[in-house]
């Protein structure tokens, strides 16, 4: 079957125009998570989304950083009056339940490039 | 805080030495993850181990898992040149899976 698509997969903005990421997890995946890997950097946890539950905005850098979920399907992440600084490969992963028990599958990630 | 941190940063070694990689975390686990990342894209999930194992094997991959001091090693046997990319651990202390900043592995041919 299908595995985790983001789209788009490379987007070049102005600094402060606003961008819109697009994940679609796997069918069935309850779990979504975003994450944003700077170049030669670790992976930074953004929000995670859980089934029907509130989601875990605690890795949000600021206020301009939005995400959404639509029931247990796709997934968009917003940056508003992007920066320089918001430059980055943006990763989606989708899991059958928590991470604390089960492995997450990655999609192929947008690169962002903030002029 | 990152919750894993790998050891070392960068490895350098020859096709068909080991390769070793380690990781510490900080707060109790259910279990602990390694994934692998080419080309700074999206990862690959490799191995779990859960918080009651102590090894796991998986192909030329060896993981294991010492919960009293924190720490896991990644051992990959015969290494190839396939094998060139970054390797990073995880856990999910509370369902917000959290990654260490990796260890870049380099096969020299």
């Known amino acids: 079957g299908a595995g985790v698509s983001q789209s788009p997969s490379n987007k070049v903005t102005e600094k402060g125009k606003d961008v819109e990421l697009r994940c679609d997890p796997i069918s069935g995946h309850t779990a979504l998570y975003w994450y944003r890997q700077r170049l030669g950097q670790g992976l930074e946890f953004l929000i995670y989304f859980q089934g029907n539950s509130a989601p875990d905005k605690s890795g949000l850098p600021s206020d301009r950083f939005s995400a959404e979920r639509t029931g247990e399907s796709v997934s968009t992440l917003t940056i508003q009056r992007t920066q320089q600084e918001d430059s980055a490969v943006y990763l989606c992963a989708s899991g059958i339940g928590a991470s604390s028990y089960n492995e997450q599958f990655f999609g192929p990630g947008t690169r962002l490039t903030v002029l | ?109």
């Open chain 2, 1 to 109: 805080s990152q919750q894993g941190e790998e050891d070392p940063q960068a490895l350098s070694i020859q096709e068909g030495e080991n390769a070793t990689m380690n990781c510490s975390y900080k707060t109790s686990i259910n279990n602990l993850q390694w994934y692998r990342q080419n080309s700074g894209r999206g990862l690959v999930h490799l191995i779990l181990i859960r918080s009651n194992e102590r090894e796991k094997h998986s192909g030329r991959l060896r993981v294991t898992l010492d919960t009293s001091k924190k720490s896991s090693s990644l051992l990959i046997t015969a290494s190839r040149a396939a094998d060139t990319a970054s390797y990073f651990c995880a856990t999910a202390p509370d369902d917000k899976i959290i990654f260490g900043k990796g260890t870049r592995l380099h096969i020299l041919p």
